[in-house]
């Protein structure tokens, strides 16, 4: 089947249902390697729904009429919300170990929630496009030099890493209004703090600062990250943060149930 297709017809030992998971890396890297072309389907996906987004910011960072091309940018992220849950909603869907079909479930899920996650996905991406900003700034410009600028950046970048997991998470899983979604996240994020802070330095803000202080590896890097980088990094942030969601709202349980009930129907 190659590269990005599974013979699931092929003869083989199987699995036992009652095989306990994998746990901590040996589980990041059996899901990796098993579901390994689609987290690239996906990351392909994701990077075609926001590259007029990043061009038009790239436009404004050159300088072509920043303001109106950065207001532009943001009026292109419209359907970075959706694509975001839909991300979190398939990756999550791996880990439960549920079969799916990328654009199937990527189409339906962003179909269910770009309207009411629009908004957050502008607000995410006003949010990235200004740190890039104010690191680029921390670099040409010596107003903005000095450690208390850096904690700053820094520390904003922590919080909202750790944060929209959750947010995300929210939007794919449970029916519940925006402010009371914001609401819960920021409470589930110093709830379970040591797995939020786990999940966002290794599912993202340390890939960051690598590429601030080692510039030359995020060029010879580019490809690795436009063909899986940012759902590999997705996936281990959802490691450390999937675990007490699921947890909160009895997620794979309550679906598992459900299912077992269609089943018994039928």
Known sequence: MGL?????????????KDEPRKKGTARFFELLFRDFGDLVKLNMLLFVC????????SISLM?????????????LAFPVGGVLTSCVYFITKLMRDDPSYVWYEFKRKFL??????????????????????????????EDFTGLSWFILALLS?????????????????IDLKTLGILKN?????????????MGALLGGLLWILVALFFP????????????????????????WTWK?????????????????EETAEE
């Open 216 to 239: 030359d590896s995020l060029l010879m890097g580019f490809p690795i990250i436009i063909l899986f980088g940012i759902t590999a990094s997705m996936l281990l942030n959802l490691m």
């Open 63 to 75: 300088g072509f009429y920043p303001a109106i091309t950065f207001i532009l940018a943001l009026v």
């Open 112 to 141: 269910e929630n770009y309207k009411q996650s629009a908004a957050v996905g502008i607000l995410c991406t006003a949010f990235v496009y200004t740190q890039i900003i104010l690191w680029v700034m921390m670099v040409i410009d």
């Open 185 to 197: 996240s920021v409470l589930m994020s110093f709830a379970y703090l040591p797995r939020s802070f």
């Open 4 to 16: 990005f297709g599974r013979n699931f017809n092929k003869p083989g030992p199987g699995a036992n």
């Open 157 to 173: 970048l922590l919080l909202f890493s750790m944060i929209t997991p959750y947010v995300f998470m929210h939007f794919a899983y």
């Open 50 to 57: 926001v590259l007029p987004s990043i061009f038009m910011f």
């Open 244 to 260: 007490p969601f699921d947890a909160s709202f009895n997620i794979e349980e309550t679906l598992n149930q459900r299912k077992e």
